[in-house]
């Protein structure tokens, strides 16, 4: 059974920093490209950054310069890094598998989610 478990999130003001991290199980960790979307208040699935089994990044243009996103096959853990955080990046952040090793499919077309973590920025 495929399981991803976020955590690291909570509530940080502007300007701020945060890590999340995800554990993933049930699946060879290596094998597949894992990424970050995520959900604020009223609004639709976005998608922040993905990174291929071998390491590629392809991180969304807003957020690239404040995101990093990273991977140990290892220890089977995917980590988001954000820094300069603003109101505007509050959501639910999900840890999300893809189906394949590259990252030649839709961003939004993963085929696993956890449960999420909540990002609050607020002063």
């Known amino acids: 059974e495929v399981q991803l478990v976020e955590s690291g999130g909570g509530q940080v003001q502007p300007g701020g920093s945060l890590g999340l991290s995800c554990e993933a199980s049930?699946?060879?960790?290596?094998?597949?490209?894992m990424g970050w979307v995520r959900q604020a208040p009223g609004k639709g699935l976005e998608w922040i950054s993905r990174?291929?089994?071998?390491?590629?990044?392809e991180t969304w243009d807003s957020v690239k310069a404040r995101f990093t996103l990273s991977r140990d096959n290892a220890k089977n853990t995917l980590t988001l890094q954000m820094s300069d955080l603003k109101p505007e990046d509050t959501a639910v952040y999900y840890c999300?598998?893809?189906?394949?090793?590259?990252?030649?499919?839709?961003?939004?077309?993963?085929?696993?989610r956890g449960q999420g973590t909540q990002v609050t920025v607020s002063s």
């Open positions: 999300v598998k893809y189906r394949i090793f590259g990252l030649s499919d839709d961003p939004l077309l993963y085929d696993y």
């Open positions: 990174i291929a089994g071998g390491g590629l990044v």
């Open positions: 049930g699946f060879t960790f290596e094998n597949y490209a």
